[in-house]
């Protein structure tokens, strides 16, 4: 599968459109849209490829990651997909929202098909596999595409860091843990397209990511 990245709103967060050319079907992970021209922009992209937008997934609920789920579940009249242990942060959008003074432009949302660890989520002839993260958000999860070498792991693994775990629901330890059990184990080459920020490989977190040192009294204040 292909995959295109948009960095919207105030907050930097990457959407991504994972599709395949061939089929021309497409599911947008984690819409972060905040106004009218950031929706334009992905609309447009879907409409210049000809594609059918099949899936809505949120790979945890946080106000960035999911501020433009209800206009894209409106706008494409398709389900959203997203892990059940995240549905109290999808029904608080809005008090979400109040602490960042955006609260008109939030609307809550519903998920739609609860997300299980080993699904597989099929997008034309593509498939991604879904892989429990928690720790930044209960709920959180990665989405592996295995044959085209590439991870979404919304805020669990960035380069050279990893979520915060300060918000409702989060656990440093068990973040620490799940990328170690969950993330790692991936091929090195494999390309890991984080919520934030530019992409790296698991090899290279493997090797250098300062908060995944091999000491079993870390834990993530």
């Known amino acids: 599968m292909n995959i295109a990245k948009f960095e919207f709103s105030l907050f930097g967060i990457n959407t991504y459109v994972v599709y395949d050319p061939e089929q021309k079907k497409a599911a947008i992970i984690d819409p ?31 106000i960035d990651h999911a501020i433009g789920a209800a206009y894209a579940k409106d706008k494409y009249r398709v389900p959203l997909f997203g892990h059940k242990d995240d549905e109290f942060l999808s029904d608080r959008l809005r008090q979400q929202a109040d602490a960042f003074g955006i609260n008109e432009k939030v609307r809550d949302v519903t998920i739609d098909s609860y997300l299980t660890p080993g699904e597989e989520i ?9 892989i429990h993260v928690p720790g930044h958000s209960p709920g959180s999860v990665a989405l ?7 991870v979404i792991t919304g805020d669990a693994l960035f380069q050279g860091s990893v979520g915060r775990t300060d918000l409702p629901g989060g656990n440093g330890g068990q973040l620490i843990k799940s990328i170690r059990e969950n993330l790692l184990p991936l091929p090195d080459s494999t390309v890991v ?22 000491n079993p009294h870390y834990r993530l204040k």
Do not use: Q
């Not at 849209?33 to 334009?40: Q, R, V």
């Not at 937008?53 to 790979?59: A, D, K, L, Q, Y």
């Open 32 to 62: 972060g849209m905040i106004n009218a021209e950031e929706e334009k922009a992905l609309d447009n992209f879907i409409s210049r490829n000809d594609l059918e937008v099949t899936h809505i997934i949120n790979t945890h609920m946080h």
């Open 144 to 150: 592996y595409d295995r044959a085209g070498g590439f």
């Open 193 to 214: 397209y984080p919520g934030h920020g530019p992409a790296t490989t698991i090899g290279r977190e493997r090797a250098a990511n300062p908060f995944l040192a091999d």
């Open 122 to 130: 099929h997008i034309g002839n593509g498939t991604l596999e879904v």
